[in-house]
């Protein structure tokens, strides 16, 4: 089975969220047990398993996420990447259908290369601040917000741009403050330079200490940033030791996001299911 490693959000190799993508030849998955086995030992935030589905349903392929440690309900960068190796090895075309756990969701890829993600708008809820996050972040927290089940993480707006890029938390203290992690925010210290607000990802509770980009993220940044920017279209900047970048277009119920995706390993998985 071919498996490849994609970098996503990002228009070059290194950077943005690797993902491991396997397209699966079945018309079903494998033993989830498997599939965890493989998640660890590719031992990237997520890696995405799909297989196609029948003509005529509501979607064309089914689509699953596993961190090294556990599945997720929702990823944004693992569905960029599997719709990324859809296209670029002629395996679809235009906009592909995927069904979640999260529900049904879809990736349209443009002349220029780049893909767009439709998802959920995550129905933000401003929550009184959580003792002791402030100082698992080691940081002042000026507001925290839920993100809602499917994504389940806390967003917490700090001071300023600078704020979170010296973020240095207590990666375990942040365990307890949210049921997948915490999404530290600010506005961009000069949107001049090409984005309008930055975020880190914290998800310790699924086996990843700092996310480098995390799509699924920006479905509640984007909403969160629009009511206070006023502006329905935005782009964020994921600002991780690897950083990268996802436009975000806010339609209602809907979030757009996009970014662009490389394919930066391309190999043969031997152990069969």
Known sequence: MRMRIVDAFTDRPFAGNPAGVLLLDSDRFPEDSWLQHVAREVNHAETAFAH????????????????????VDMCGHATLATAHVLHTTGTA????????????????ADESGTITLDFPTAPLAQVEIPDGVAEALGAEVLSAHDTGPHIG????????????????????ALVAHSERGIVATAAAEDPANGYDF?????????GIDEDPVTGSAHSALAPFWSARLGRA?????????????VRTSLRGERTLLTGHAVTVIDGELLSAP
């Open 52 to 71: 196609p589905l029948p003509a005529g349903g509501e979607a064309d392929w089914a689509l699953r996420w596993f961190t090294p440690a556990t599945e």
């Open 93 to 108: 075309t235009g906009t592909v259908r995927f069904a979640a756990r999260c529900g049904v969701l879809s990736a349209t």
């Open 153 to 172: 993480d806390l967003l917490v707006e700090l001071a300023d741009e600078n704020a979170v890029r010296s973020l240095a938390p207590d990666i375990r």
């Open 198 to 206: 930055v975020s880190r990802c914290f998800f310790p509770r699924v």
């Open 233 to 245: 279209e935005l782009t964020g900047l994921q600002a991780s030791a690897r950083t990268g970048l």
